[in-house]
């Protein structure tokens, strides 16, 4: 079983910039796609970033295209998401999932996620 802690969230006003980090424990990250999705209030959960074990396939939503960037490094366990050019439509819960190789957009094909982490945009 995998264990997932991501940190990095907070307040940023519009245009600002966060980086979410998200540690892995318990699996072999190294052979690990991961991913991050966000979910705001009364919305469904919806894919954001992922990255593939081997970091050669890197997929984005259409709406963060260009403004965020997901990235590993396999010797910490950990996986990043910079946000740049922040929106109040970014305000959400974010969560780090994990699941075998290669990267999927629906929820349902991830097996283990983290608690999330709060972002928030203010105008």
């Known amino acids: 079983q995998v264990q997932l802690v991501e940190s990095g969230g907070g307040s940023v006003q519009a245009g600002g910039s966060l980086r979410l980090s998200c540690r892995a424990s318990?699996?072999?990250?190294?052979?690990?796609?991961m991913g991050w999705f966000r979910q705001a209030p009364g919305k469904e959960r919806e894919f954001v970033a992922g990255?593939?074990?081997?970091?050669?396939?890197?997929e984005y939503a259409d709406s963060v295209k260009g403004r965020f960037t997901i990235s590993r490094e396999n010797t910490e366990n950990t996986v990043y998401l910079q946000m740049r050019r922040l929106k109040p439509e970014d305000t959400a819960l974010y969560y780090c999932?994990?699941?075998?190789?290669?990267?999927?957009?629906?929820?349902?094909?991830?097996?283990?996620w983290g608690q999330g982490t709060q972002v928030t945009v203010s105008s």
């Open positions: 990255i593939s074990w081997s970091s050669a396939t890197v």
């Open positions: 318990g699996r072999t990250f190294s052979s690990s796609a």
């Open positions: 999932a994990a699941r075998e190789w290669i990267v999927a957009r629906s929820t349902d094909r991830w097996d283990a």
